[in-house]
């Protein structure tokens, strides 16, 4: 797959965002260490220059930094997927329950709005946005049920 002039222009004013967000390319150039020039991420974010981008792995410091993977999620949205934060879980046994609830009612969210949407038996561009966000918020709820799973485990013999 080839980047189109579209999708840099996209990226570059996903930069322009992160890099605002971060205090400016002056505190960027602080927060990445590698990239000392700060005018490097006015070019970064500048679709007139459009032989500069940003490397890999100063997005992700800078993504880490404003605490919100804002860049690669734009990229991984251009390449077809989608990225999800993982959950935070606790390994005392106790919340297997109430995160298996949720992920249920999330999952009962969704196929409930589907039906709603499916209603007319179509479903429009004004329908879309809230399923997607009831699918994602279902993926969410997963995989917090996935790494609660994985945290309560129990090694050897549990008789």
Do not use: W
């Amino acid at each position: 797959m080839t980047l189109t002039s579209m999708f840099r222009r996209e990226l570059k004013g996903v930069v322009k965002l992160a890099v605002v967000e971060a205090g400016g390319q002056e505190n960027c150039a602080n927060v990445s260490g590698r990239i000392v020039r700060a005018a490097a991420f006015s070019d970064y974010a500048n679709p007139v220059v459009d032989d500069r981008h940003i490397p890999l792995d100063v997005a992700v410091e800078l993504d880490a930094f404003n605490g919100n993977g804002r860049i690669i999620k734009a990229a991984a949205r251009m390449l077809g997927f989608v990225l999800v934060r993982l959950p935070e879980v606790i390994n005392s046994g106790t919340k297997l329950g109430r995160v298996t609830a949720q992920a249920m009612k999330e999952c009962a969210d969704v196929f409930s709005r589907l039906g709603e949407v499916l209603d007319d038996g179509v479903i429009t561009e004004d329908e879309l946005p809230d399923f997607e966000r009831e699918v994602e918020e279902a993926i969410v709820k997963l995989l917090a049920l996935k790494m609660q799973a994985r945290a309560e485990v129990v090694h050897g013999d549990a008789s």
